[in-house]
């Protein structure tokens, strides 16, 4: 069963003890319902009601979650926030790759602002020259650099 979230709606001003978020849910490519949380510490609302038993079902066959606590069974709130909290990753990256250089070295994200505001791919070994690398996330494709981001960021 593959889980999305799309259209999603972050009032980042509203949250406090959660992100206050809307979304539409879709399994297997189908819309089957919308979640969202008020932002205030308390679980997400589904709807229809009968999507967060489904969403439970499916969490249920997921291996447990590992956090400082210790081990947690999977649930629909666990599964939508793991959702929630790549959509905000992803929408971090897209921002950062429009004004700055991601790179790395010695096995650390680094940036620089861009000079030019455009990083043409004829420019990119003038650019791994002076920054003293070989990778430049900018350049790669964008699953790709998301998931060299999220290794370095979270």
């Not at 189908?30 to 439970?56: I, Q």
Request: aromatic residues 8%; charged residues 30%.
């Amino acid at each position: 069963m593959k889980i999305e979230i799309r259209n999603v709606k972050h009032a980042k001003f509203m949250s406090e003890e959660t992100d206050c978020f809307e979304a539409t849910v879709l399994i297997d490519g189908k819309v089957v319902g919308s979640v969202k949380n008020e932002g205030h510490g308390g679980n997400n609302f589904y709807y229809p009601r009968e999507l967060e038993s489904t969403l439970d079902d499916h969490a249920k066959t997921l291996p447990q979650c590992q956090t400082q606590y210790g081990p947690l069974d999977m649930s629909a709130d666990l599964v939508i926030g793991d959702l929630f909290s790549n959509w905000l990753l992803e929408k971090d990256l897209k921002k950062t790759l429009k004004s700055k250089i991601l790179f790395l070295r010695d096995g650390k994200l680094l940036q620089v602002k861009k000079i030019d505001g455009d990083l043409a791919i004829q420019h990119v070994e003038k650019y791994k020259n002076a920054l003293k690398t070989e990778t430049i996330l900018n350049v790669l494709p964008f699953d790709e650099a998301l998931k060299i981001f999220v290794e370095k960021v979270a």
